[in-house]
């Protein structure tokens, strides 16, 4: 019932409906207050109410929800406190209170050590940003902008190392921008902008490999703008308003007094003699680090989180309107347990949607493993997979759309051709996807079938390791395990074609292709 012109108040009687779990009434003209009645659907896991004409505070009825997975109150007229009792909403991932009047956010709701998604814009929010941020560890996505946030930035907030986006724009913070951004590995947006935070920027930032949009703009910030990472990407609007700034003309910045122009002879010298020889340095050091860790004992990951959890809800006339009745045209690729769909959401977001054939009777088993397998790993070079739709008759993932495809048609195709940085970068991407399998899980995991048409690229041919259809969950050592079926997909086989048999422990047998590794169990 979203966005159909509904007006009046939510009915007290609403809460007749014990069963129901999911309330979505956003885009409405709904007024009154939030019933306390609401309390009462003890099943509820989605809650939106966003964008009506909501008014009064927020009822601490709501704490009473125990499952409440998404809460959406956006774009209301709500006033006063987040209830303290928020901090009890264990299952609580996504949280959207931006455009609200509320003023202060309790020290008990920072005990929501799994939350996802703070969306808090536009209200009147004011004092320091809370230290107790850095708790939050699994947080993807915090949107503090446009209130009245004063002090300086926390350093903690460096610690979060699967944040996405970072919004702290339009407050009053001051102090430098903290040298710990560097560590936020995983960033994608960064705005601080309209603030009054002055020193230099931290050369720090250019460890940001996936950093896409940046925005500093209209604050006190001196010194020369960093050149390397992905700062080479950044428009003049991204430095703006900041008249003590220096750096590339192309920047709309006056040139640094002590910057160094390299000559030609200079130039060659890298180009011809240290570039070369700083790649096979890079590539022997990697290669070094990987066998360490292999020989050496798995570490323990606090970092091991669980799946970003189901955006929203899809149901089987949704993906079937979305993939145009799961048109040939849309076919993307085929599996020996199904196929994959290209497929455009009513809100024009792009997906993934692989379906997975219930004639052939392994299918069953490759969609319960590949939850078993997605609801419990998560990393920043494996397919995020945004929902999924199951019921006795059809079973599909939605997965993260990726435009370039597979690695194999790159590998394979005159028409695709890698240069040798994108090969060693896909190169890393999947390494680094395996070494958190293998030894950054608190139960490993062996992928089974990793091959090209298993490694997809996206816009920046960033690799990513898919299909964990036959994945293995190394449960325990001293359980064992026989395996003596092949299990790689339909029209592949591994070399030799073998099988094997351990008693007592794990037998991990690694085959090298042309590409990569392919890691098999027996």
């Known amino acids: 019932m979203h966005n159909c012109n509904i007006s009046g108040g939510i009915p007290e009687e609403i809460s007749n409906l014990t069963n129901l779990m999911t309330i979505d009434l956003g885009g409405n003209k709904l007024n009154g207050s939030i019933p306390i009645t609401l309390g009462k659907l003890q099943k509820l896991q989605w809650l939106s109410l966003d964008d009506n004409k909501l008014e009064g505070s927020i009822p601490d009825d709501i704490c009473r929800l125990a499952e409440l997975y998404l809460l959406e109150l956006g774009g209301n007229k709500l006033y006063g406190l987040i209830p303290a009792c928020f901090g009890n909403l264990a299952s609580l991932r996504i949280l959207s209170l931006c455009s609200n009047e509320l003023t ?32 939050l560890k699994v947080l993807i996505g915090i949107d503090f902008s446009m209130n009245n946030f004063s002090g300086v930035i926390p350093t903690e907030i460096g610690g979060l190392k699967n944040l996405e986006s970072l919004f702290l724009g339009y407050n009053r913070l001051r102090g430098s921008i903290p040298d710990s951004f560097g560590d936020l590995i995983s960033l994608k947006f960064l705005n601080l902008s309209n603030n009054n935070l002055s020193g230099a920027i931290p050369t720090s930032l250019e460890k940001l490999s996936y950093l896409e949009d940046l925005n500093l703009s209209f604050n006190k910030l001196e010194g020369e703008i960093p050149r390397g990472g992905s700062f080479g990407n950044f428009l003049a609007e991204s430095f703006e308003g900041n008249e003590l700034l220096c750096g590339s003309p192309n920047l709309q910045v006056p040139p640094c007094k002590t910057s160094i122009h390299h000559t030609s002879w200079k130039k060659s010298l890298l180009l011809g003699t240290i570039l070369p020889l700083s790649t096979t340095f890079m590539i022997v050091v990697i290669w070094l680090i990987l066998r360490y860790r292999q020989r050496g004992k798995r570490p323990s990951n606090d970092a091991n989180m669980p799946l970003v959890a189901t955006w929203r809800m899809f149901s089987y006339l949704e993906l079937c309107r979305a993939t145009s009745g799961f048109s040939e045209n849309n076919l993307i690729g085929r599996g020996g347990f199904g196929s994959v769909y290209k497929a455009r959401l009513g809100d024009g977001m792009e997906v993934a949607v692989k379906v997975f054939n219930l004639q052939c009777e392994r299918a069953f088993k490759s969609f319960d493993v590949e939850c078993e397998v997605m609801k419990s790993i998560r990393h920043r070079n494996l397919i995020k997979v945004i929902s999924s739709c199951s019921n006795e008759e059809f079973k599909a993932l939605v997965l993260e759309y990726m435009p370039h495809g597979s690695l194999e048609k790159y590998l394979y195709s005159s028409n695709c051709i890698l240069d040798i940085f994108q090969r060693l970068n896909i190169m890393i991407d999947v390494a680094s996807a395996l070494e958190y399998l293998h030894f950054g899980c608190s139960t490993p995991v062996i992928h089974c079938d990793l091959k090209p048409n298993n490694v997809l690229l996206d816009d920046n041919m960033v690799a990513y390791l898919s299909d964990f259809g036959i994945a293995k969950l190394l449960i325990g050592e001293d359980q064992s395990m026989t395996q003596t079926q092949t299990l790689a997909t339909i029209g592949y086989m591994a070399p030799g074609g073998r099988t094997f048999c351990c008693k007592g422990a794990m037998c991990v047998i690694c085959l090298q292709f042309g590409y990569g590794v392919h890691c098999g169990i027996s």
Not at 106 to 132: A, M, Q, R, V
């Open 104 to 135: 202060s956010i309790p020290l008990t709701f920072w005990n929501l050590k799994d939350i996802l998604h703070l969306y808090f814009s536009l209200n009147f929010f004011t004092g320091p940003l809370p230290l107790e941020i850095g708790n």
